[in-house]
T-cell receptor, first 114, second 118 residues
Framework: AQKVTQAQTEISVVEKEDVTLDCVYE???????LFWYKQPPSGELVFLIR??????QNEISGRYSWNFQKSTSSFNFTITASQVVDSAVYFC???????????FGSGTQLTVLP | EAGVAQSPRYKIIEKRQSVAFWCNPI?????LYWYQQILGQGPKLLIQ????????DSQLPKDRFSAERLKGVDSTLKIQPAKLEDSAVYLC????????????????FGPGTRLTVL
């Protein structure tokens, strides 16, 4: 069975602070893919990143960075120097080798205050 | 490139009424998904189409929900009759690939239809 846990329901930070969103996943498959999506108030899910299980190299894209650690089954997302426009709900998701469907976590509501 | 289109954006109905949602995926995308997102939760897959065939509908409440994708392009999702617990956002997504496999892929989501059942 596939499961994604985002333990942080809500996080509030002040603009320019760094913030890390946690994601822990469960799967018995050795081949799987992890995703992060952003859902702004408009409701549309916006793709941020995809990683496969064989690539543990951390990735940085502008102010965004991702830390993938298979040893702890975690795929955490850090926003550096947060901005008000980063305010949204962020979802971590898992697609494993044996499943055809994307399993989402329950999301983390991030609020960045000016 | 145009994104995934959905209509209507909002719908309010009374319980036991019927409702239908429409989705137009990104041109050329073979795979289409319908998700249900209840407030405070992550999206849950209802049904997945590959072209006009159903790949996975294991979580679709078939006694009241139905979906079709004629000609492998547009899709409609219908609820008949609606219940209070169907209040949610219904998201449509499309992808050029068929998971799983090395091509696993990002799904492109539409803006969703927010359904309120009174």
């Amino acid at each position: 069975a596939q499961k994604v846990t985002q333990a942080q329901t809500e996080i509030s930070v002040v603009e320019k602070e760094d913030v890390t969103l946690d994601c822990v996943y469960e799967t018995r498959d050795t081949t799987y893919y992890l995703f992060w999506y952003k859902q702004p108030p408009s409701g549309e899910l916006v793709f941020l990143i995809r990683r496969n299980s064989f690539d543990e190299q951390n990735e940085i894209s502008g102010r965004y960075s991702w830390n993938f650690q298979k040893s702890t089954s975690s795929f955490n997302f850090t926003i550096t120097a947060s901005q008000v426009v980063d305010s949204a709900v962020y979802f971590c998701a898992l697609l494993s080798g044996s499943a055809r469907q994307l399993t989402f976590g329950s999301g983390t509501q991030l609020t960045v205050l000016p | 490139e145009a994104g995934v289109a959905q209509s209507p954006r909002y719908k309010i109905i009374e319980k036991r009424q019927s409702v239908a949602f429409w989705c137009n995926p990104i041109s050329g995308h073979a795979t289409l998904y319908w998700y249900q997102q209840i407030l405070g939760q992550g999206p849950k897959l209802l049904i997945q189409f590959q072209n006009n065939g159903v790949v996975d509908d294991s979580q679709l409440p078939k006694d009241r929900f139905s979906a079709e994708r004629l000609k492998g392009v547009d899709s409609t999702l219908k609820i008949q009759p609606a219940k209070l617990e169907d209040s949610a956002v219904y998201l449509c997504a499309s992808s050029p690939f068929n998971p799983p496999g090395p091509g696993a892929h990002e799904q492109f989501f539409g803006p969703g239809t927010r359904l309120t059942v009174l």
